[in-house]
């Protein structure tokens, strides 16, 4: 049986269009769609409570094999990783109402996962994006 190939366009590190807007210290995942910076989106990170749960997390994503998925430790909004291909990993989350497989090569991934380590901590400009998060959620509650 032959191996499944993907053709999709997916999230690189070496991509020329830059894609990753920052990382805010929820270890939200603010995404410029397809390149896009008009078009961003927030994915909910990896937010292990203790190291050992970190390290035990990005062990098995890893270990994931073609079909298999993930759940990202997360108290709300927890995402899970599907693993399509040895290079090609998804997160499903939803854009402007729509479902949306936003698809990532290993190494993309796991450098994301990797800002989970209790020791990171995000850039001063990616501060900003955790409060616009903030103003977002409590709009949000308004309105609803």
């Known amino acids: 049986m032959d191996s499944h190939f993907p053709l999709a366009p997916r999230y690189r590190l ?3 269009q830059p894609w990753l807007r920052g990382i805010d210290p929820s270890r939200r995942y ?3 769609v397809n390149g896009e910076q008009d078009c961003c989106t927030t994915v909910p990170g990896l937010s292990p409570s203790d190291f050992a749960e970190f390290k035990e ?3 098995r994503f890893r270990a994931l094999e073609p079909g298999e ?3 990202l430790g997360r108290i709300v909004d927890a995402p899970e990783i599907h693993c399509i291909s040895s290079n090609c990993f998804a997160i499903a989350t939803r854009y402007e109402n729509a479902p949306v497989w936003h698809l990532f090569d290993r190494e993309s991934l ?3 996962l990797m800002t ?3 020791d990171w901590q995000c850039s001063p400009k990616d501060v900003e994006l955790g409060r616009e998060w903030m103003e977002r959620m409590f709009l949000h509650s308004v309105v609803a």
């Open 14 to 16: 070496d991509d020329e």
């Open 30 to 32: 603010w995404l410029w």
């Open 57 to 59: 997390t990005v062990l």
């Open 69 to 71: 998925t993930l759940e």
């Open 110 to 112: 796991e450098s994301l």
């Open 116 to 118: 989970a380590h209790p």
